[in-house]
């Protein structure tokens, strides 16, 4: 592969050499803000009286064919247009001043409206913010940087889905994450390992009702709005090409287990286990000889290998930009990776009388994603348990020196290493993913004032999912028949295929007159959704070629079991039939709504929109649900008084409105059927088919609904030297989609309904500062966001009070939090006899642990707080960025220190140093942790492991050196810059394990940490 | 181009709405498609058997009593349990709530559907069959949970667990039933199966008219009532006790001689203590049942403890007594490992049964010892000593002991415990047993002896009555 990609780009240097020797002249330069000396990208730069020109790169660079006749026009939404006559100059360096007429405009939904209009809250990032950062998906690289959403990624596979909640958590089995729409297309939110990162051009956060109204049926949660970069009218190509290269590395893992002196030690100490009959010296001999840090058995770097080549042109109708994005990274441990192809086309056109636009975004993209197996499990395969519990003094090697793959080849808890590697050597646990995302859209002015518009995407995913148990690995060779079998070895796939429609049809009306700015826009949306997945499990496999379906044993064959001579009635002597399995699901949505838009004087907005939608998923009387917004803005700054104030901009907002939510089950394709009884199928009794009662269905059911109050200001302070905004708000769901409790009787416990309320509130601020602003020196800028989120459950099913769980989070309580934490309070250790003590309801001290002395803790697996902070530096050539993020307030059970504290399993595997150290001993002993064979605490729902999992982090730091000095002469690279970046390079929290963060899970039990990333990149521009 | 635009937007509107809202679930079995046939109601039928769960039985009577220890292999699976850890909550008494329930719904559900299938002349006995069947699973479901959740065999105004006779609307509650109530429930439901079933129905491996007597003995015996002796030897009449060789074949599913009624199963029985993948026990045999067996040596010492020297790895084994590991045999497997049919009722039981009722009833206690000699005697393939009784507490203690060896591992121990606690005391566990955790002795007076009703229907019905203590 990277063979075929380096001949690649020298067939574009030739290339590209061609073209820049056709021109006579060449004048270059970098736009800057005024205010801080920063690089402006997408400045469009034209040539005065002709469609000529381009735009900046991200590092506000340009580089122009003119003659000295030339003018050059500098524009760019939100500053005010500069006008350069180019003579004799060869550069020219433009500083852009912010405009107070401020036009920059804010994607939000269907339609863009000016950013002095809006009426919304919303947050809209740059490209510069996430393309060139590490992660393979779009999402994690958003942490900390707009206040309010929270990114929780809860594995270091590369890709990793990560749970995103904006302002809170919203629903208790409904869906929780903000809609995601990239080019007009809603996508699904939980999948961006197939996508390329250096495609975006800009990103937009809809917080509030009146933004996502526009997504009324699929907004309760807010929208995320993605768009990609695109090429301008008018433009030469420009070329630009990015590489990077980066090795990853594990934590620090914040816990200690014993090594084989301490271990054989403590068991001797305890009178169990290896060890335990051994003397001092046999025990300092054998840890001599064996001390097996297991972690340098299953852990490495990881690397990290990027290109991306884009090219973008433009004539006076028609432009393309089109990129070709390769990515490859390899995770911390072993055969966890993720390689990607990536391949975008986007071409915008329109008619000479600018009347008819259209355009096409389309995007192509392959990854192939293995996997560790069964991450985040106790299952003794998941490398991330070996560190935990393997014995230090088992060798990783065999007798002649190569690695021991087996150790004593059965599944039991001291094998542990030896399994988990021989499982990761041995087997496949592999995805192939073929992800398309395309649209089309068209508008066109068929009257004055009145224009029609159209556009269609296509979400579409296709997995392979590829699992294979070689016949000789330790859980291959039982896999048939409990490895009494000819033929052994597993080899199962299944496919799926997910293809999201969605059409939309609008008719604008828009008018100014005098004052009056009035824009009306009526729209239909249609979404239907296909899920088709398929497939099969073969069991016994011909060890030669066990990966491919020639090796299948056949289903027919008899394999004589208890040696009778005749075939078992019950089938049990066909152990090779495979298994298959096909389902399909199709979920649908149709919509009719409006929008209407008024600003009077530039001072007074308004914004209305009321919205019909109907979800397949309901039944007939419950089906459609309405939604509606109002909300206003006013321009204070614009107001005679404010005349000669510090103020550039001060604009208040308000707004209120109702979004809704089908996807009450949480998953896109839940819930498809839940109105409906049904029977099925299944393996009845004594190998015969049976029918067997699936579901009681609930006719009644229907949206979920968000009522959300926000208010808030944005300011301007001194030309936007400092500037910001603030908002509050109030977020309350309805009618939550819960499990109502019924008899057993019913043969179910629960069935699903309508029922209760949950609130969120809260405040957000972002603040940015250009403290220090030279062009030719020193510039510096602070940035800094953050929020508060009070959750709260206002109202449970049938009045209770509260719903008890036999989980960890599980319980509900009207006052308290979702996600808190129903536990038992840890007392700790009885100094007089080492038994674990706990607190009962009234506080008091007891031995005894009863389920019924659980008390609510005020810790919740969602955090209150969340933010961001950093700043962005300039001296001549060199930048120094920085960008920290943090959460507090958040809590989580840390399980996989329960595991190695566990004084029952201390025989079994090794166990914290901890253990050893500070064990209780003897009467008198004051100390955490209880004595030697006193019962297991771990799995009891107790305070015990209740961990702080707050955290600040510097999440990302790019040191860089753009050689714009020293290319200025140079006639056909226009730009270069070299940068080393680091991910997570300091984390501080109190959390015992290797990381902190997670997908605000209950619980950690073996998880994958996220990693530290260093790479080196390289960005040239042609 | 104007007009072509317009068009198009037109055209896509129409093919919007309707299609998009109006998906119904064609690829499921709905009410109305359900139960259209007598072949129907057999699958219906197979149905219910799939989810009579009696592994819940067997789980709760082998590990909350004397029966099992922490195994070798052990990780903590079920050690809660072991001690006696018995919040609302608690898996395995929410296994048995529910899975019982779970096969009367259904039963139900078959039931209520059957009035409304045609039945042609030819199908008429197959069809009553069906019947018979299933109101006898209804029978045996309402038995289990009646044993595990009453406060009290005897007292027929104690509360039992709750009868259901028909499938409820879904938002209903229900007040638990008596005692008195539960038993005239079950016998009536046996009434209605023993009408249905016809005379040549007679399959082991499903709900016959013999089973039906035997479940009759068994109510008789909650209730001390003398007419069980009758109703067991019925069954002691038809069917033979097994010899040693065929005892042991049994339990390889090689011999019916002794069986009554068996469930098939083609899942592993013995994952209840095994991690059946490797065969490592996270639960073993208790020193106090190897002793028992041990000082019986008759073939059950065999059939409960895997004591054979072949290395099987894959069905657990072999026992090392020197280490202290005692590995549970009862489930070996036939063709798979661990998987067998449960022997859910055996002619040895009505011996114990009447032999219980024998010193309850009638205070008959050389007559109870010659009932258990003659089994014994089959167990040992020779003659065994006549044993004589100073007391009926002797006797009931002697027949309790042959309880646990015959019936280990088959869903008995924890409810014969808890049948005579009163005269014979609580669970006392050997002290080997019990020396992780130190949990040995569950007095009789103890509360855990009757189930806590769910925590998941007490959030259904939060007024429904709770058993003390919980």
Redesign the interface.
């Known amino acids: 592969m990277k063979l075929k990609l380096t001949w690649l780009l020298t067939l574009f240097m030739a290339f590209v050499m061609q073209f820049s020797f056709a021109q006579e002249k060449t004048v270059t330069g970098t736009v800057t803000t005024a205010s801080d000396g920063l690089p402006l990208p997408g400045t469009t730069v034209l040539v005065k009286g002709t469609s000529r020109g381009q735009q900046t790169d991200f590092d506000g660079k340009y580089s122009i064919q003119v003659t000295p006749s030339d003018v050059l026009v500098f524009s760019f939404v939100g500053f005010a247009t500069v006008e350069r006559p180019v003579g004799a100059n060869t550069t020219i360096n433009v500083g852009m001043n912010e405009d107070n007429t401020l036009d920059e405009v804010v994607v939000t939904g269907f339609t863009t409206e000016k950013r002095t209009t809006t009426t919304s809250a919303v947050t809209t990032l740059s490209a510069e913010t996430v393309d060139s950062r590490p992660n393979a998906s779009i999402a994690t690289a958003l942490q900390g940087q707009v206040p309010g959403l929270n990114i929780g990624t809860g594995s270091g596979q590369p890709g990793a889905n990560s749970v995103i909640l904006l302002r809170g958590v919203g629903s208790i089995n409904g869906n929780i994450e903000p809609l995601f729409v990239i080019d007009g297309v809603p996508v699904d939110e939980d999948n961006f390992r197939s996508l390329n990162n250096n495609d975006i051009a800009n990103i937009t956060v809809l917080k509030d009702a009146s933004a996502s109204a526009l997504y009324g049926n699929r907004g309760a949660n807010g929208a995320i709005i993605i768009t990609t970069k695109k090429g301008t009218f008018g433009s030469d190509l420009a070329i630009n090409y990015r590489s990077q290269f980066g090795y990853s590395v594990l934590p620090d893992k914040n816990f200690d287990v014993m090594n084989s002196f301490q271990k054989l030690t403590y068991n001797k100490r305890v009178g169990s286990g290896f060890g335990s009959n051994l003397t001092d010296a046999e025990i300092a001999t054998i840890s001599r000889q064996t001390n097996t840090d297991w972690e340098d058995v299953f852990f490495r770097p990881g690397e990290t290998i990027s290109h991306n080549l884009s090219l973008s042109s433009g004539s006076e109708l028609f432009s393309t930009f089109t990129s070709l994005g390769y990515f490859e990274q390899s995770g911390v441990t072993l055969r966890s990776d993720l390689q990607r192809f990536n391949l975008r086309s986007n071409v915008s056109g329109k008619s000479s009388n600018n009347k008819f636009n259209y355009g096409t975004n389309l995007s192509l993209n392959f990854s192939e994603n293995n996997f560790i197996q069964n991450e985040g499990t106790g299952n003794l395969s998941n490398p991330f348990l070996v560190p935990y519990v393997a014995l230090p003094y088992f060798s990783q090697f065999n007798p002649d020196g190569t690695l021991n793959t087996v150790g004593s080849g059965l599944d039991t808890f001291d094998n542990t290493p030896y399994t988990a590697l021989n499982n990761t050597v041995l087997n496949t646990n592999r995805v192939e993913e073929i992800k398309f995302i395309g649209s089309i859209n068209a508008d066109y002015e068929f009257a004055k004032n009145l224009s029609a518009s159209i556009r269609f995407g296509l979400d579409y995913t296709y997995n392979r999912g590829i699992f294979i148990e070689d016949p000789t690995s330790v859980y291959g060779s039982t896999a048939v028949n409990g490895g009494d079998a000819e033929f052994q070895g597993t080899n199962a796939e299944n496919y799926s295929r997910d293809a999201r429609f969605n059409n939309l049809v609008g008719l604008n009306y828009n008018n100014v007159w005098g004052d009056h700015d009035l824009d009306v826009s009526v729209f239909t949306e249609y979404n239907k959704s296909y899920l088709n997945t398929s497939g099969f499990t073969q069991v016994g496999l011909n060890p030669k070629i066990f990966e491919f379906g020639t090796s299948f044993i056949p289903g027919d064959t008899f394999e004589d079991l208890n040696d009778d001579g005749v075939a078992a009635l019950d089938g049990s002597e066909f152990p090779y039939i495979p298994g298959i399995s096909l389902n399909e699901i199709t979920i649908g949505i149709f919509s009719y709504f409006g929008v209407l838009r008024y600003t009077y004087d530039d001072k007074y907005n308004f914004q209305g929109s009321v919205r019909r939608d109907a979800s397949s998923r309901f039944a007939e009387s419950n089906r459609w649900g309405t939604f509606w917004s109002v909300s206003g803005s006013w321009n204070i700054n614009k107001e005679g008084f404010m005349d000669g104030s510090v103020f550039n901009n001060l604009k208040l907002r308000a707004s209120y409105g109702v979004t809704g939510n089908d996807r009450i089950t949480g998953g896109y394709y839940g819930s498809d059927d839940a109105t409906f009884d049904t029977y099925a199928q299944g393996s009845g009794y004594n190998n015969s088919v049976g029918l067997f009662a699936n579901q009681i269905g609930n006719r009644d059911l229907k949206w979920e609904t968000v009522t959300q109050t926000n208010f808030g200001i944005d300011f301007g302070l001194w030309n936007n030297k400092l500037n910001g905004s603030i908002d509050v708000y109030n977020k309350v769901t309805d009618d939550l989609f819960q499990s109502q409790p019924v008899s057993a009787l019913n043969g179910v416990n629960t069935i699903s309904a309508n029922l209760g309320q949950l609130t969120n509130k809260g405040a957000e601020a972002v603040i940015n500062y250009s403290a220090i602003s030279n062009p030719d020196g020193f510039s510096i800028s602070f940035f800094a966001n953050g929020s508060y989120n009070e959750n709260e459950i206002t109202e449970l099913p049938n009045g209770v009070d509260e719903v008890l769980g036999g989980g960890r989070t599980n319980s509900l309580g009207v006052g308290e939090k979702l996600g808190e934490y129903f536990a038992v309070i840890w007392a700790g250790v009885n100094p007089a006899n080492g038994q674990p003590l706990y607190r009962d309801v009234d506080g008091n001290l007891t031995e005894t642990y009863n389920l019924s002395n659980r008390v609510w803790t005020d810790k919740s697996v969602y955090p209150t707080y969340q933010g961001g902070f950093g700043f962005n530096s300039a001296f001549k050539g060199f930048t120094l960025d920085t960008q920290f993020s943090f959460v507090a307030d958040i809590y989580r059970y840390n399980g996989s220190l329960g595991v190695i504290e566990d004084p029952g399993l201390t025989t079994l595997s090794n166990g914290s140093l901890a253990l050893f150290n500070d064990q209780w001993q003897q009467p008198g002993d004051v100390t955490g942790i209880p004595r030697a064979g006193s019962t297991s605490v771990r799995n009891l729902l107790t305070t015990r492991y209740l961990e702080d999992a707050s955290f600040l982090r510097l999440r990302n730091i790019v040191l860089g050196y753009n050689f714009a000095e020293a290319l200025k002469d140079a006639n056909f690279i226009k730009g270069a810059k070299v940068y080393v970046q680091a991910e997570n390079l300091i984390t501080w929290s109190k959390w015992r394990g290797w990381d902190p963060e997670s997908s605000f899970r209950n619980s950690d039990f073996f998880d994958y940490p996220t990693t530290k990333i260093f790479t080196l990149g390289v960005d040239l521009t042609f | ?2 007009n072509k ?2 068009v ?2 037109i055209v ?2 129409f ?11 064609e ?5 109305e498609i ?2 259209e046939s007598v072949s ?1 109601l057999q ?2 039928l ?7 769960n009696f592994e819940a039985d067997i789980t709760y009577n082998s590990i909350f009593t004397d029966n099992v220890k922490p195994g070798y ?4 699976q079920q ?2 349990f072991f ?1 006696w ?1 018995l ?3 608690s898996g395995n008494v929410t296994a048995l ?2 899975s019982y ?2 096969m ?3 039963a139900n ?1 078959v039931i209520e559907a059957s009035v409304f299938v045609d039945v042609s002349a030819d199908e008429q006995v197959a069809f009553n069959d069906i019947l018979g069947q299933l109101y006898g699973l209804r029978a045996v479901a309402h038995y289990h949970l009646h044993t595990y959740f009453t406060t009290d065999y005897l007292d027929e105004s104690a509360l039992s667990a ?1 009868i ?1 006779d028909r ?2 609307v ?5 007040a638990r039933n008596t005692t008195g109530e539960m038993y005239d429930f079950i016998l009536e439901d046996l009434a209605t199966a023993s009408g249905f079933l016809s005379s040549g129905f007679n399959n082991n ?1 499903f709900i016959t008219e013999d089973f039906i007597t035997g479940l009759r003995a068994r109510v008789a015996l909650l209730r001390n009532d003398a007419s069980g002796i009758g109703l067991a030897d019925n069954l002691i009449g038809q069917y033979p006790l097994a010899n040693p060789a065929e005892y042991a074949a049994m339990f390889f599913d090689q011999d019916d001689t002794e069986v009554i009624f068996k469930l ?1 199963r ?1 899942t592993p029985v013995g994952g209840i203590w095994y ?6 026990p996270f639960l073993e045999a208790s020193n106090g049942l190897y002793n028992t067996l041990e000082a019986a040596d008759d073939v059950r010492l065999g059939v409960n403890i895997n004591l054979t020297n072949d290395i099987n ?2 069905e657990g084994g072999p026992t090392d007594i020197s280490e202290n590991i005692i590995l549970i045999h009862k489930y070996p497997g ?4 661990f ?1 067998n049919n449960i022997k859910a009722m055996r002619v040895s039981e009505m011996y114990l049964l009447k032999a219980e009722l024998q010193v309850k009833a009638q205070n008959n206690l050389p007559g109870a010892a010659l009932t258990l000699k003659q089994l014994r005697d089959a167990r040992n393939g020779a003659d065994t000593p006549l044993a004589t009784y100073a007391n009926s507490t002797e006797a009931l203690a002697d027949v309790m002991n042959e309880r646990r060896m015959e019936l280990a591992y088959e869903g008995a121990r924890f409810l014969d415990i808890k049948r005579n606690k009163s005269i014979l005391g609580g669970i006392s566990r050997n002290p080997i047993d019990c020396a ?2 130190g949990a040995c002795e569950l007095p009789a007076s103890d509360y855990r002896f009757t189930l806590p009703i ?4 007490v ?4 007024s429904i009555t709770q058993n003390p203590g919980y």
């Open positions: 181009m104007n635009f317009i198009l937007m896509s509107l093919f919007a709405c309707n299609d998009a809202i109006e998906i119904v679930p690829d499921e079995f709905t009410p359900t139960f129907d699958q219906g197979n149905g219910v058997y799939a989810q009579y292999a052990s990780g903590g050690i809660p001690n850890l919040p609302t909550s709530w529910n329930y779970d009367i719904n259904a559900r709750i259901s499938v409820p879904v938002t209903e509650v229900f491996g098939f083609t991690f059946t993948n490797s065969a490592g790895v894959a036939n063709s798979s490992p998987v992780q955790g769910p925590q998941v229907e959030n259904a019905n939060p």
